[in-house]
């Protein structure tokens, strides 16, 4: 497709269940990053990926946010043992360049809502 | 660490009018400065992005400025329209960027 897309748009779970958000990235693009936004707020770094490799995750805020991207284009970010304070929308982005490559634009996916009750 | 802050938190104008939305930063080591526009329920697109070496740039009715300086950059929209009633976000960074809250702005017809 022409942007990220990202999937499920809405997710509903139970606490203590874990959930897996998937994104697919514009085609062809090197650098991909997860963002969580929060109700009322701007979205906030989580980690990021140029091609295969998990270069910074220093935004997950435990070990139970755990992100892949296994062949250099899908990413998935699971969560486990989901708590309430998990809620939110969680951004997708990519960049046609590897960070310090140069200036280019993040192009952002819908994001996923997710609600754990 | 970097800090974004946007002022206002929410603005209404009429149909018609040029406007100012303002974004500062803490940290003037920035690698550039990026405004985006998101919609209810959606994610956010890009508007315009400003290297840390300009002073500028434009898009249509959209103007960016960056006074690396003082921490500030605005985001001038001349000539507002209904469709322009959005949440208005800037961010600073290289590749990890940090977000201020948004200004949420409203165009009356």
């Known amino acids: 497709g022409a942007g990220v897309s990202q999937s499920p748009r809405y997710k509903v779970a139970k606490r203590g269940q874990d959930v897996a958000l998937r994104c697919d990235p514009i085609s062809g693009h090197v650098s991909l990053f997860w963002y969580q936004q929060a109700l009322g707020q701007g979205p906030e770094f989580l980690t990021y990926?140029?091609?295969?490799?998990?270069?910074?995750k220093s935004g997950l805020p435990s070990d139970r946010f755990f992100a892949e991207r296994p062949e250099g284009s899908v990413s998935t970010l699971k969560i486990q043992r989901t708590q309430q304070e998990d809620s939110a929308v969680y951004l997708c982005?990519?960049?046609?360049?590897?960070?310090?490559?140069?200036?280019?634009?993040?192009?952002f996916g819908d994001g996923t809502r997710l609600s754990i009750l | 660490k970097q800090e974004v802050t946007q002022i206002p938190a929410a603005l209404s104008v009429p149909e018609g009018e040029n406007l100012v939305l303002n974004c500062s930063f803490t940290d003037s080591a920035i690698y550039n400065l990026q405004w985006f526009r998101q919609d209810p329920g959606k994610g956010l697109t890009s508007l315009l992005l400003?290297?840390?070496?300009?002073r500028e740039q434009t898009s249509g009715r959209l103007n960016a400025s960056l006074d690396k300086s003082s921490g500030r950059s605005t985001l001038y929209i001349a000539a507002s329209q209904p469709g322009d009633s959005a949440t208005y976000l800037c961010a600073a960074g290289s590749y990890q960027l940090t977000f201020g809250k948004g200004t949420k702005l409203s165009v009356i017809p």
């Open positions: 982005a990519s960049s046609s360049l590897p960070r310090g490559a140069g200036n280019q634009p993040q192009h």
């Open positions: 990926f140029q091609n295969e490799a998990q270069l910074d």
């Open positions: 400003i290297q840390s070496s300009q």
